[in-house]
């Protein structure tokens, strides 16, 4: 079993940045990618970007790779993700994902 609890989401204006972190425990949890997700009040949650323990795969929704970085910090068991120049329409709940397990969001709300 996996467990991951997020932090770092907060309010900022349009045009800040926040960095969201997942920590990482649990039994063989390097086997997996870890994901972010995020849903907006009203739509169903969706693909942000995705990191793998090892290696250096990295994967991006294409609407956001410009402004949000994933990274991982293995020693600390810990997923980053980096959002820049944040817009309104960024507001939303951020999941962290590794194969079936979830952690409980983070919110992130961007005033205009």
């Known amino acids: 079993q996996v467990q991951l609890v997020e932090s770092g989401g907060g309010l900022v204006q349009a045009g800040g940045s926040l960095r969201l972190a997942c920590a990482v425990s649990g039994r063989d949890f390097t086997k997996h990618a870890v994901n972010w997700y995020r849903q907006a009040p009203g739509s169903e949650r969706a693909f942000v970007a995705t990191i793998f323990w090892t290696g250096s795969s990295i994967y991006y929704a294409d609407s956001l790779k410009d402004r949000f970085t994933i990274s991982r910090d293995n020693a600390r068991r810990t997923v980053y993700l980096q959002m820049n120049s944040l817009k309104p329409e960024d507001t939303a709940v951020y999941y962290c994902?590794?194969?079936?397990?979830w952690g409980q969001g983070t919110q992130v709300t961007v005033s205009s």
């Open positions: 994902n590794s194969a079936t397990y």
